[in-house]
């Protein structure tokens, strides 16, 4: 095999230049190594030749080798221990190369000097072995086919191109059958290919006329589900119903899909019919489906529609154009052995002689041994950190080679200024920083501390403020207040003698709970001093500390509508939207409630003496005998009494409401039957 360092130049050359690609063809010829012995069978005895030819001994009898030529045998035995030997595989392998059996004695002879005696070739073989039937055997099983021509380059196209696999063409004498193929290509009409791919839901296909795309298409649908791998397509197989509305969803995109698909290739069915070559990449059933279905103009048996012989992305506009521009590139090699080191190195072959030698000498990691996790980790050894003594501290204190020399000075200085480093690992980064000269990560420190004080200090300024703010209530608002919570109903006598700014006596709030007057008019549930407050400039939109309005805070329905009431009457006078009111209410209006609300009451009234007169017609029938149930006026059902739907249930004489009363009657009746 060829090593990294030697880097094998080619030059690359399209099918649709024609220029270059007829320059090519002059004085073309197939490659030596695709080229095999020509055999003309022309009568009995040629025939019996080539039979003696693969075989040592003559033909085969059924009891006979015809590889090794041995036989016949005497027991089934002897021949199964024969076809087990070493020297029948090795002759075997021969025979795919193109090689000529072995005696036993030559088999022997080969095998004296390795003590291993295996199928493989050994070295003396492999050194007096023809490179000719190698290449034979490597380009027969190439995706590509080789050529030659009059300056001895040697050029690779794709076998897909030239020929279907169902057409074999022959590679006896000179290959005239491949030169036309290659020939052929240069002719306007071969160069128009058509290229098709589906895969996973996505559809890319186009036309191409030489390297120019005369049409092109891409198609995306939902058609897989993540992580369900080959389960869907074996339960659509199966014919399962959907167990989820993902799965509906994704079997009917898949319907879909494929209905799409053909209808594009059935759109493009005349530019397809002019068409020379049809490439198309579509792996599994269902993908198949959507090329080669029902509906579609393409069948498999076309000898124009031709597999991509090698793997490809997902379909997309960009990857067509790239298979297309692949399929259609000539490799071109300057000389035969450079050819012949690019093949053999493509196939892979194994690595003889001195090179495996020298892979023997490497040594071989050997094996790691097993780690056994419930044992602790053994732990490397660390020195033991030095004590000193110091002034400041009372204690010895201990250093190791982390610590800064510094650290104890800074420590007491930090103590003494009321600042107090949350670990030794501040201390380390601080003089680290310190000995770096690193100003700005000095400024960013104060600044992010200086933050954080700020941010600490917020809080409690906040209730410093709420502390200091003291505000003195008058003495007729404190009254206010006391007459509000006292038995009286009415704040006459005080609104009278009021002297100063009422609206604003209204409004103040207490301290304690932020509760205005008309708050506490309407929690001690006194509506008609909620419509005196209101008068007077109570304003309803004012909310208490916990945010709620007179309103919302009281629960007392005629309180509520009181506040509504006012609304009515005075709709302009505050904005009743932010006080969490919930409309006007007029005397009409409380009147038409007050009787709808009777009539509920009425009506739930009646349908509680009907069901309590049900209940008793349902008892008494229960307390019947069977016979006399059966001759009932209006029979009911016979376990529970609730009246028979149009088509009751029965069976015998028996009549009952629902199934489970029939079937809990069966169950029951054998034990109590009635007389």
């Known amino acids: 095999m060829s090593s990294k360092t030697d880097i094998i130049k080619t030059k690359t050359v399209r099918v649709f230049d024609l220029d270059d690609y007829e320059k090519l063809l002059r004085g073309i010829q197939v490659a030596a190594c ?69 005696t036993l004695g030559q088999f022997n002879s080969r095998h004296d000097d390795n003590s291993s005696v295996s199928g493989s070739d050994s070295e003396t073989e492999s050194t007096n072995s023809t490179p000719a039937s190698d290449l034979f055997a490597a380009a027969t099983r190439h995706c590509k086919a080789f050529f030659t021509n009059k300056t001895g380059q040697v050029f690779c196209i794709y076998r897909c191109i030239l020929h279907h696999k169902k057409e074999e063409l022959s590679t006896d004498g000179e290959g005239f059958a491949w030169i036309e193929r290659c020939q052929r290509l240069t002719i306007p009409g071969y160069q128009r290919w058509a290229v ?22 891409t198609f995306h649908s939902y058609v897989t589900r993540r992580g369900q791998g080959q389960a869907q397509s074996a339960r659509d197989q199966h014919g399962n119903m959907p167990r989820s509305a993902g799965a509906s969803l994704r079997r009917y995109n898949q319907a879909q899909f494929l209905e799409h698909v053909q209808e594009i290739i059935s759109a493009w069915s005349e530019d397809l019919i002019g068409c020379s070559l049809v490439l198309y990449r579509a792996v599994g059933s269902t993908n198949q489906a959507a090329i080669f279905g029902k509906n579609s103009p393409l069948k498999k048996e076309d000898l124009r529609i031709r597999v991509l012989p090698f793997p490809t992305r997902k379909p997309t506009y960009k990857e067509v154009k790239r298979v297309h521009d692949t399929v259609a590139s000539i490799e071109v090699y300057d000389t035969m052995e450079l050819f012949q080191k690019a093949l053999i190195a493509a196939t892979g072959k194994p690595k003889t ?20 996790r419930a044992k602790s980790r053994e732990r490397t050894p660390r020195e033991l950190p030095t004590q000193m003594m110091s002034s400041e501290d009372e204690g010895p204190c201990f250093i190791d080679s982390e610590t800064p020399v510094g650290w104890i000075k800074t420590l007491s200085e930090q103590s003494s200024k009321g600042v107090i480093t949350n670990s030794r690992k501040d201390l380390l980064i601080d003089n680290n920083s310190v000995s770096a000269n690193s100003s700005c990560s000095e400024e960013n420190n104060v600044e992010e501390k200086k933050i954080k004080k700020k941010k600490k200090k917020k809080p409690e300024e906040k209730q410093d403020k709420v502390k200091k703010v003291h505000v003195k209530i008058p003495t007729n608002v404190k009254k206010m207040w ?73 629960p007392h ?54 069901k309590q007169a049900e209940k008793n017609k349902s008892n008494y029938f229960l307390q019947l005998p069977d016979a006399q149930k059966v001759k009932a006026e209006m029979p009911r059902c016979f376990l529970c009494g609730s009246s028979l739907p149009k088509v009751p249930f029965e069976y015998d004489s028996y009549k009952f409401c629902t199934i489970k009363c029939l079937q809990n009657h069966r169950n029951v009746r054998p034990l109590h039957k009635s007389a």
């Open 34 to 102: 695709m080229i095999t012995e020509s055999h003309q069978i022309v009568d009995e005895q040629s025939v019996i030749k080539r039979l003696n030819a693969l075989t040592i001994n003559g033909a085969s009898d059924g009891n006979c080798c015809s590889c090794c030529g041995v036989g016949p045998f005497e027991t089934r035995a002897q021949q199964t221990a024969h076809y087990k030997h070493h020297w029948h595989t090795h002759n075997l392998k021969r025979k795919l190369f193109g090689k000529g059996a072995l």
């Open 196 to 217: 098709l791919m589906v895969s996973g839901g996505h559809f890319a296909g186009a036309i191409f006329s030489g390297a120019v795309p005369v049409v092109h298409k």
């Open 353 to 372: 002689g001195a090179d495996s030698n020298i892979e023997r000498k490497k040594p071989q990691k050997s094996p790691g041994k097993p780690i056994d």
């Open 482 to 554: 006391k007459t509000i919570s006292s038995i009286e109903n009415t704040l006459d006598t005080i609104l009278e003698a009021w002297e100063g700014d009422l609206e604003e006596a209204c409004n103040t709030q207490d301290p304690n709970d932020g509760n205005t007057a008309l708050h506490k008019a309407a929690i001690a549930a006194k509506p008609d001093m909620v419509t005196q407050i209101l008068s007077a400039g109570g304003n309803p939109c004012i909310k208490n500390h916990q945010l709620q309005t007179p309103y919302a805070a009281t």
């Open 557 to 610: 329905n005629d309180t509520r509508i009181a506040f509504r009431m006012f609304q009515a009457q005075f709709p302009d006078k505050y904005n009743y939207n932010k006080s969490q009111i919930p409309g006007p209410l007029t005397p009409e209006m409380l009147e038409l409630e007050k009787e709808k609300k009777l009539q509920q009451k009425r009506a739930k009234r009646q349908r509680e003496k009907e």
